[in-house]
């Protein structure tokens, strides 16, 4: 993902920014497509937040994971609320990047909530994460790691 992504920074729910390069390097990353607005989106959200904090808990550090939130919210203020209340200590894609839109166009998505898990180089492996989550758990990301073909450092 650094190479669609790369030389971006990126916001954390927090309002601290972080480098792209830094940040998502030799991870498996899983763009959520989501808005505050959608139900499902803030029915999957606090499952995707828990998936995300057992998998931290059973990685070595520094964990082979993260989500990037590519806001589909009708504002910035939107998405930084969506933010604050529902999300796990993920990263965000600014509101007014117009990647947000070439995302979305490039990974197809029409629907959300989506959550689309990319290689390094932004290949999709699945865009069927939010399924996958759902129904395997924490055992989907161990397919992840190893389609990404990357460095694995998750005992789980």
Request: glycine share 8%; with cysteine; proline share 5%.
């Amino acid at each position: 993902m650094v190479d669609v992504l790369g030389g971006r920074r990126l916001l954390t729910r927090d309002g601290a920014w972080v480098e792209a390069d830094a940040a998502l390097q030799n991870k498996v990353v899983a763009l959520y497509f989501a808005a505050g607005g959608c139900a499902s989106s803030r029915d999957f959200t606090p499952l995707l937040r828990r998936f995300h904090a057992q998998l931290l808990a059973q990685a070595r550090r520094p964990a082979p994971f993260q989500v990037v939130f590519v806001s589909a919210d009708g504002s910035a203020r939107e998405m930084l609320d969506f933010m604050r209340r529902l999300h796990g200590p993920w990263l965000a894609l600014p509101f007014h990047d117009p990647l947000r839109h070439e995302l979305r166009t490039m990974y197809h998505i029409s629907v959300i909530p989506r959550l689309v898990v990319v290689k390094p180089s932004g290949e999709v492996i699945t865009d069927k994460g939010r399924k996958q989550i759902r129904e395997q758990g924490l055992a989907c990301f161990q397919n992840w790691v190893e389609a990404a073909n990357i460095f694995q450092n998750f005992s789980g």
